[in-house]
């Protein structure tokens, strides 16, 4: 610090406030600011000046670009609808999933639909594909009792439902287009109470006819529907099984449910009046690379792919005798062996594809043609390692028998060869509707995994590989789903009722209505019905683990 001169004057002592002191205490000059605003920060050598106000850090750029816009006013009709959604699942959905599912979906897709017309949108081809197919897949619980299925149905139908409501063409709209209906649940409620006073301050005079219309309707049926139940037995047996049973101690589950549906078609419907424009967000390109640098690394992958592929047609495909003397293995350890490692590396590579053509030389015509060939080849040799793994997981499962897990993977793998060979039309045809296909591919192979009932398939291979080998492992077919009776049913005694036992117990604990119930289960009640199995608990104690009559018993 520099000295002060002699002759500068002496710095004035602030005043201090004492006791009956003159005027007011000073205030310190760290406190003090200057009423112009043309200051410079505190604890300098100049002035004290006036703090500014910060101004709020604008929102980021994909937030401006894609957010929605404001929403039409509420209709009638879609306050309407969203109460019957809630009221459908309160009433349906508390005793289990079946035809319900679909019924509830149904004044949910009327409420979206009315709000879109509210809001001048217009359906588009691809937006019938999303909503049919969504609405298709609630077949699935309708039809299957395996609770496995169903859920994929329902996770995929959600999906498909929420992508149409955007209406979306890019990768990124697509994929968060899938989600996007859950960002419309907040604002969907609020938009529904706006628009609720707005209707209410508007029209009061109109709700007391309402009310008392309703009122004197719901009166006269539950009088007269009394007196006929309690007159007819046959129409009291009908009203049973049409109207649900519902009781004070239901409350504290159908209230949750009431709000679920009335807040999942709000949801719905304030997404198809103003959804998030995904799209609209700037997609930034990665920076291509040399051909060279580009092209080398994919190459050599290809050359690995070839290697091993040649080696796999000579294996798989060479007989029992060439796998034991190439490997000393059997067909069945060889092919346990190398299953999830293939499924692993035809997943790697669509990352590879997709990370290859962020990064392709896209100059001029022969850097196209370059790009083509090489991931073209790629997709070829990935198709020959897809059945290298189906063809493994078809000689597991004719040693060991089919499973859940089994028939999951194999599906998960036929799709992903499906995604293969989309990737290579793109190549040929121009990918612009690439992911539009994905995800139409999955929906599809979700619905078909469904309708195929894999419980069903995984009892009738087992039952083809006991009719073969007189093998077969009941332990683990006692836990399938009633949609597995039909398949079973044809085993031979005891067996039959062994794998059968537990199935029947659950199906004799059930009571489900109508609505709750799936074909699979109805069937399966009926099957047992004309052939009831036996319910000795020790039948199955008479049995080995493989399924055979044990000597001693």
């Known amino acids: 610090m520099s000295d002060q001169s002699s002759d500068a004057p002496a710095a004035e002592e602030p005043r201090k406030a004492t006791p009956g002191g003159d005027g007011p205490p000073e205030v310190p000059a760290a406190m003090t600011r200057k009423a112009d605003g043309e200051g410079r920060r505190p604890g300098g050598t100049h002035e004290a000046t006036s703090w500014s106000v910060p101004h709020p850090l604008p929102p980021p750029a994909w937030k401006v670009a894609a957010e929605p816009e404001e929403a039409a006013p509420l209709r009638p009709a879609t306050g309407w609808a969203a109460l019957a959604t809630g009221l459908l699942a309160a009433l349906l959905l508390g005793d289990g999933l079946g035809a319900n599912v679909l019924l509830i979906a149904v004044p949910a897709a009327f409420a979206a639909y009315i709000a879109a017309r509210a809001a001048g949108r217009r359906p588009h081809l691809w937006t019938l594909v999303w909503a049919v197919g969504g609405l298709v897949l609630l077949l699935v619980p309708a039809l299957r009792d395996a609770g496995w299925p169903t859920f994929l149905a329902l996770v995929t139908a959600l999906g498909l439902g929420s992508l149409a409501l955007h209406g979306t063409r890019t990768w990124r709209g697509t994929l968060l287009g899938c989600v996007g ?295 683990y077919l006692q836990e399938l789903s009633a949609d597995a009776v039909p398949a079973l049913d044809t085993l031979p005694e005891p067996q039959r009722s062994c794998a059968l036992q537990r199935i029947a117990e659950d199906l004799r604990a059930e009571d489900d209505p109508w609505y709750a119930t799936s074909y699979g289960a109805a069937r399966a009640r009926s099957l047992l019905d004309e052939r009831p199995v036996d319910r000795d608990n020790g039948l199955c104690m008479g049995l080995d683990s493989e399924g055979r009559v044990r000597e001693a018993y």
């Open 181 to 475: 209906v859950f960002l419309g649940a907040v604002p969907g409620v609020a938009w529904a109470w706006r628009g609720v006073r707005a209707r209410a301050e508007g029209s009061r005079d109109r709700w007391g006819p309402v009310v008392r219309t309703g009122g004197i309707a719901v009166g006269l049926l539950v009088v007269f529907g009394a007196l006929f139940a309690g007159a007819d037995a046959a129409f009291a047996d009908l009203l049973s099984g049409l109207v649900p049973e519902m009781s004070l101690s239901d409350g504290p589950l159908r209230l949750p449910l009431f709000v679920l549906g009335v807040v999942g078609a709000l949801a719905a419907a304030h997404t198809a009046a103003t959804p998030w424009r995904w799209d609209r967000i700037e997609n930034t390109p990665g920076r291509p690379r040399g051909r060279v640098e580009w092209a080398i690394p994919l190459i050599a992958l290809n050359v690995l792919f070839a290697v091993f592929n040649v080696i796999q047609l000579t294996v798989l495909f060479g007989g029992y005798d060439k796998v034991l003397g190439e490997t000393g293995l059997s067909y069945a350890e060889y092919a346990r062996q190398g299953f999830w490692q293939l499924l692993v590396a035809t997943l790697l590579t669509l990352v590879v594809i997709a990370l290859a053509l962020r990064w392709a030389p896209r100059g001029a015509a022969r850097d196209r043609t370059l790009v083509r060939t090489v991931l073209g080849t790629l997709c070829a040799l990935t198709l020959v390692v897809v059945l290298s793994a189906l063809r493994r997981m078809d000689l597991y499962v004719d040693a060991y028998g089919l499973t859940r897990l089994r028939v999951s993977v194999a599906g998960i793998e036929l799709w992903l060869g499906l995604v293969v060979l989309l990737i290579m039309a793109a190549g040929i045809f121009g990918g612009r509707r690439l992911p539009h296909a994905v995800v139409a591919s999955a929906g599809a192979a979700v619905l078909c995994f469904g309708l195929a009932s894999p419980d069903a398939l995984i009892a009738e291979q087992n039952v083809r590989r006991f009719e073969r080998t007189g093998k077969i492992d009941l332990s």
